[in-house]
T-cell receptor, first 113, second 113 residues
Framework: DSGVTQTPKHLITATGQRVTLRCSPRSGDLSVYWYQQSLDQGLQFLIQYYNGEERAKGNILERFSAQQFPDLHSELNLSSLELGDSALYFC????????????FGSGTRLTVV | EDKVVQSPLSLVVHEGDTVTLNCSYEVTNFRSLLWYKQEKKAPTFLFMLTSSGIEKKSGRLSSILDKKELFSILNITATQTGDSAIYLCAVPGTTSGTYKYIFGTGTRLKVLA
């Protein structure tokens, strides 16, 4: 157990729907990162939050949004889902800026049918 | 644009073989290079290499960094079936003030008994 908790582990939903993925960072970690992993793209950075504020943004689609709450857990919202959004979504956390790397959660496997 | 390229994409070896995995990178402001191992789900941290730490070793795994030629290699000696995994290489992107890691697509290693 890495200490980073992601729920749910699996999610199957239809095109056009909206889902919310949840992440609780490791105790004491202030930074949360979201990544998308698909077979042909590898791990793609989506967004980072640090202590409730957005710190960096990657190639995150406008249909996707995220936030980090005062208790430091984070949620990634995916809307108007398309088949191509099917992927593993990872959350990672770090104690500061991430200079020593991240600790990853076990991921949420999203399947859009 | 920041980039990480890993080779080979996949590799099949027999137990006891030695393997070398390659990672080349392009980033404007190099700070560090990380190696992760991804078995079933969450990538787990292996090594971090920096300008002041260009060689790391842990048991049968070792890694070196060549800052001049912009690459790193990960060596695994006396491979075991438990080494079967995807090995990921990452560098922090150029954005200052944050560690937004750019990952390669990984090398998928399969070790046969």
């Amino acid at each position: 157990d890495s200490g980073v908790t992601q729920t749910p582990k699996h999610l199957i939903t239809a095109t056009g729907q909206r889902v919310t993925l949840r992440c609780s960072p490791r105790s004491g970690d202030l930074s949360v990162y979201w990544y998308q992993q698909s077979l042909d793209q590898g791990l793609q950075f989506l967004i980072q939050y640090y202590n409730g504020e957005e710190r960096a943004k990657g190639n995150i689609l406008e249909r996707f949004s995220a936030q980090q709450f005062p208790d430091l857990h984070s949620e990634l919202n995916l809307s108007s889902l398309e088949l191509g959004d099917s992927a593993l979504y990872f959350c990672a956390s770090s104690s500061s800026g991430g200079g020593n790397g991240y600790t990853f959660g076990s991921g949420t496997r999203l399947t859009v049918v | 644009e920041d980039k990480v390229v890993q080779s080979p994409l996949s590799l099949v070896v027999h137990e006891g073989d030695t393997v070398t995995l390659n990672c080349s990178y392009e980033v404007t402001n190099f700070r560090s290079l990380l190696w992760y191992k991804q078995e079933k789900k969450a990538p787990t941290f292996l090594f971090m290499l920096t300008s002041s730490g260009i060689e790391k070793k842990s048991g049968r795994l070792s890694s070196i960094l060549d800052k001049k030629e912009l690459f790193s290699i990960l060596n695994i000696t006396a491979t075991q079936t438990g080494d079967s995994a995807i090995y990921l290489c990452a560098v922090p992107g150029t954005t200052s003030g944050t560690y937004k890691y750019i990952f390669g697509t990984g090398t998928r290693l399969k070790v046969l008994a």
